[in-house]
């Protein structure tokens, strides 16, 4: 029988639905890019009767189990404690841990409470990866050839235990050829991509999935062997045939994302941004910024809620406001052309728009939005038009990357 | 034996991780609605043993079971069929699904297939709901006074059967009172909460659950009788006991979010707000302007990532940024000074650190972050140290949080 791997969240806000489990897909994803499959994801809530059949089912079926959640200091955080019953071990505390957990707590400047011992606790012979972004420890117990990782459940620290700890070892112990590489697209309808790459999919040399996400269509080629080398030959013959056919649209590969493109870009060019923002209020600036470095390529960003706002800081004049609206072609214009001179940067962004609920009226309904880019010599201007009973959120993270996608074209072509 | 439930989602997609399961969090938060809680959620590829195990195991554990995904025309689909095999049941073609599914097609403009008929298979017996928001209708399944609900893995489609269907009939089932309620707390950590409450906890009338989300954490009360007046007795006591103990840190119930009890606060007291950001990078001004009607209480945010940006928009002195640095006590006051000069607000709120993972020091470290708030006439400094390994994003997500709930208490205290 193949190895099988399984991932367990545990915790009651999982199963009502309060929150949405977004560990297991990070975990999976990340084992993935180690060749390594996921078969099961199970949520549970903290039942001791219903976490322990879970790992008794998980230990008959999976070699490689993950469970995440429930290593808290409250009562109800029980999973190290039914884990070292499942598996009939002692619960003992250990003095290491104990140790970096009061260290931990005492450089947050928290008080040490009798509470916090309770997460020094593992079964007896397990190891562990010291929690540098929590308190909890990564416990990892291996059992007749079964391995289990036991991880708090807050994602950040899943992250950290992952990319710290868990993928290191599990790298040093496991060969298996599954390469995996996405290809982003963008300006392009998903329908239109399977017409024109139908003949690739139906090879089935590689597995090529359609995955969606805002503006952007990701296709994602697998492949799999028992050798490296020909997983490798596999990937790259695909990808080369489907990146020749849709070359136009390919904005980036795997982990690119377009704000890190446009920092590519930026800092290639040795060139400058600024973003002017109305209806994304701020959202735009938020991406630009989510990238480490960007202060190299951005000195400036402002949201211009209101017409004062616009008139003052971007010089927008008070006639086209009042003539053609804040929403409209000319104001979108004069908030690049604004931002671009406020900042003294290379390149203007702005955007302007209605994203609802409210707001909307027969002419300008909710999602018209329009987006503006200057470099100081050409200024393109483009109207957006997003289905009106979309939710506020997913009008504003649509309109953003919009922008973002024509700025990255807009910089690509200028001359500037 | 309790009567439960589950839900099974399946899909390659989802166990790849490429895709998030939101739909078992969306049924259960719906099925709540109802009074009924669910017990396991889990998640499968397009295997067909692991498919029938896991209905099997469904089968033995649970009485309401809902399956979404696998119900589409293409090959890989194979839900339906084998939940027939699990039942031993014939797989049989219903010509008034067949004919409904061909109307939708047409009524689409789009040639049908072979391939479609397919949907229109059930396991002998079985119940449906026809489907208006795509072509996959909704099976449903009586077998020992067990419900088995198959739904289409489309959210949009998962929705629409859920609100026009399923709970409909559901609700003329069941009998039986779940209610719920929501505190939000800030600024107390979650053992020092659970120590205050700890005996409310551990009486157990009501269950209480601990949600931590950034830098709140939301206290979940479940009360669950045969009879609505009395898990709502329960539910008031429990959580009046609760505020009267933590009454410094509620800071809102149930849907309410600390950006709309901003927009509630200043709405009321008709003030206005402006925020100069520099490590959140416009992500303040994103989450207030998450709220139709920010606009009211908000002209303008800026993001000032350079010396250059905050000594120019801002007036912070070149003399601070020298002698104290960017991130510093001086340089966030003179900021929030410098916002509320130049927006005409009421309020000024800034905020100056370092999201890392580069650009710490020694004596600066990643995780430093200074918040500043004024009125004009008092000025607040806060400092924080967010743990250094955190990833960017989320020192940047708590960093905002922590400012939002600053901004909330001075808007509370502040006399003007």
Redesign the interface.
């Known amino acids: 029988m193949a190895k099988k791997t399984e991932i367990i969240a545990i915790g009651?806000?999982?199963?009502?639905?309060?929150?949405?489990?977004?560990n297991?897909?990070?975990?999976?994803?990340?084992l993935?890019k180690l060749g390594m499959?996921?078969?099961?994801?199970?949520?549970?809530?903290d039942?001791k009767e219903?976490i322990k059949n879970a790992i008794q089912?998980a230990l008959t079926r999976s070699d490689l189990i993950f469970i995440t959640g429930g290593l808290?200091?409250?009562?109800?955080d029980i999973t190290a404690q039914i884990v070292s019953e499942a598996l009939n071990r002692e619960f003992v505390l250990d003095e290491k841990i104990w140790e970096h957990i009061q260290a931990t707590i005492t450089k947050?400047?928290?008080p040490i409470?009798s509470?916090?011992k309770k997460q020094a606790y593992i079964p007896q012979g397990a190891k562990y990866f010291l929690n540098?972004?929590?308190t909890a420890p990564c416990i990892f117990i291996e059992e007749n050839h079964k391995k289990i990782f036991l991880l708090p459940g807050?994602p950040?620290e899943v992250?950290?235990f992952i990319q710290n700890d868990i993928k290191p070892y599990l790298n040093s112990k496991i060969k298996n050829s599954i390469k995996v590489k996405k290809i982003k697209l963008s300006g392009i309808a998903e329908a239109k991509v399977n017409e024109v790459i139908k003949d690739i999919v139906d090879k089935n040399e590689a597995t090529i999935?359609f995955?969606p996400k805002s503006s952007e269509l990701i296709l994602?080629i697998t492949a799999q062997s028992t050798e490296e080398s020909i997983s490798n030959k596999i990937i790259d013959k695909t990808s080369n045939e489907i990146i020749l056919r849709l070359k136009e649209y390919v904005f980036g590969f795997d982990d690119d994302s377009i704000e890190v493109i446009i920092k590519k870009l930026l800092t290639e060019k040795k060139k400058t941004v600024s973003v002017a923002?109305s209806c994304?209020?701020?959202?735009?600036?938020?991406i630009?910024?989510?990238v480490?470095?960007?202060?190299e390529y951005?000195?400036?960003?402002?949201?211009?809620?209101?017409n004062?706002?616009k008139m003052e800081?971007l010089e927008v004049k008070e006639k086209t406001l009042e003539q053609y609206g804040a929403v409209s072609e000319q104001t979108a214009q004069e908030m690049a052309e604004g931002i671009k001179r406020l900042?003294q940067s290379d390149f203007g962004l702005s955007i302007t728009g209605i994203?609802?609920?409210?707001?909307g009226s027969e002419e300008k309904p909710v999602g018209l939005v329009f987006v503006g880019i200057t470099d100081g010599k050409n200024t393109q201007i483009e109207k957006f038009l997003f289905p009106p009973k979309l939710p506020?959120?997913e009008i504003?993270t649509r309109a953003a990357h919009k922008a973002l996608h024509l700025l990255k074209d807009f910089i690509n072509n200028s001359s500037t």
């Open positions: 009651n806000e999982l199963i009502s639905g309060d929150v949405v489990d977004t297991s897909a990070y975990i999976s994803q990340e993935l499959e996921t078969s099961f994801h199970s949520s549970i809530g039942v219903d089912t808290g200091p409250t009562d109800d947050m400047n928290r409470d509470f916090n540098y972004s929590g807050v950040s992250k950290y999935a995955l994602k923002e994304t209020g701020g959202l735009i600036s938020k630009l910024t989510d480490s470095g960007s202060s951005i000195s400036m960003n402002v949201t211009t809620y209101s004062e706002a800081l900042s994203a609802g609920p409210t707001g506020r959120t504003r």
